[in-house]
């Protein structure tokens, strides 16, 4: 199979606005690297004219390669597919907003040559995000963090480097929900961190709205930690411990007092705090019953429609 140094993927959905911007930051830095490279843009089913755009500079330059999804399957799977299709020997994924600076993979690049595997982006700065999604960034990490032992690094993206071993580590991963930062974490190997700050969107709006952004972070922590499941038995146990008590100064007051309790508001009380501990814990069942289910209809992860810019390996079969 052919193949060059350094793979470029770059997942996009409903780009047009920058996506030609993108292009020319990505192949000046690239230029600039003495790297052969390739830039693999996926389409996850923009249904406005990124894909179009694409395609038509692929006429002109032979580096480009597009993959175009049937439908919108969601950011972490276009960045697998483009794991799938890559061929180079370090495999970068940045996204198509130029929200993280393309120059930075110059750096990336540089340690990946003194030999690192992982070369993974840390935000310094976000700009030009909302007070709300850096809140909840910031939250989602100290959660994460706290149920997983630590073990994901904070404040990183999906930008980052990957060497070709990590990338066919990460194809043996073939779980539906996917949280790729997490699993890129698991798989191991020799990690490093490059710092940069995180610019401002270049143009158009955040595809991820706060559905998406909901189901990213489940997928962050109920695929990598079953604590959850554990809530259950701890408050249970509290719980029956904490009713125990209460029964014992029910009996007390029975027995040796005259003060006959109404019953009403404490009922309710109790009722209301254990449905609703009920109903919690139901929830983080069906969260993981979900998961279990997903994976057991066994269904690819996405649909490629048609592939462009893969001729060389075309000529070799
Ligand atoms: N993206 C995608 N599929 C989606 C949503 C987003 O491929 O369903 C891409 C998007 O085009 C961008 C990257 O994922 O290249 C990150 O999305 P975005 O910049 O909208 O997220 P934010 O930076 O606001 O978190
Ligand atoms: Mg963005």
């Not at 830039?39 to 038509?56: K, W």
């Not at 700009?127 to 073990?151: P, S, V």
């Not at 489940?218 to 990598?224: A, H, L, V, Y």
Request: glycine share 8%.
């Amino acid at each position: 199979m052919s193949s060059v140094v350094c793979s470029v993927v770059i997942p996009m959905y409903n780009e047009e606005e920058v996506i030609q911007e993108t292009y020319r930051r990505l192949k000046t830095v690239m230029d600039q690297s003495g790297e052969s490279y390739e830039l693999l843009f996926v389409n996850d089913g923009s249904r406005d004219r990124s894909a179009q755009i694409i395609s038509q500079l692929a006429k002109t330059d032979s580096n480009i390669r597009l993959i175009d999804f049937s439908r919108n399957f969601g950011h972490q799977i276009a960045v697998t597919a483009g794991m799938d299709y890559a061929s180079g020997q370090a495999i970068v994924i940045i996204d198509a907003d130029l929200q993280d600076p393309p120059e930075v993979i110059l750096r990336m690049l540089e340690k990946w040559r003194e030999g690192y595997e992982v070369v993974y982006g840390k935000r310094l700065k976000r700009h030009g995000e909302t007070i709300f999604k850096k809140a909840t960034a910031y939250l989602f990490y100290r959660i994460l963090g706290a149920l997983t032992n630590d073990k994901i690094p904070k404040d990183t993206g999906d930008f980052r480097l990957i060497d070709r071993k990590v990338c066919d580590a990460m194809k043996k991963l073939n779980e539906k929900n996917r949280f790729l930062r997490g699993m890129i974490n698991w798989v191991g190997f020799r990690q490093v961190a490059v710092e940069y700050v995180r610019d401002e969107r270049w143009a158009g709006e955040t595809k991820y709205p706060l559905k998406k952004m909901l189901k990213f972070a489940s997928d962050g922590i109920f695929s990598f930690t079953y604590k959850p499941l554990k809530l259950a038995t701890y408050l249970g146990f509290l719980l029956s411990f904490s009713g125990f008590l209460y029964l014992l100064y029910v009996l007390y007051q029975k027995l040796f007092t005259d003060s006959t309790t109404a019953g009403w508001a404490s009922l309710i009380a109790v009722n209301l705090v254990f449905n609703g501990i009920i109903l919690l814990i139901l929830g983080i069942l069906g969260e993981y019953v979900g998961r279990i289910y997903e994976e057991v209809k066994g269904r690819p992860l996405y649909i490629v429609k048609e592939e462009i810019g893969f001729r060389e390996d075309e000529e070799e079969n």
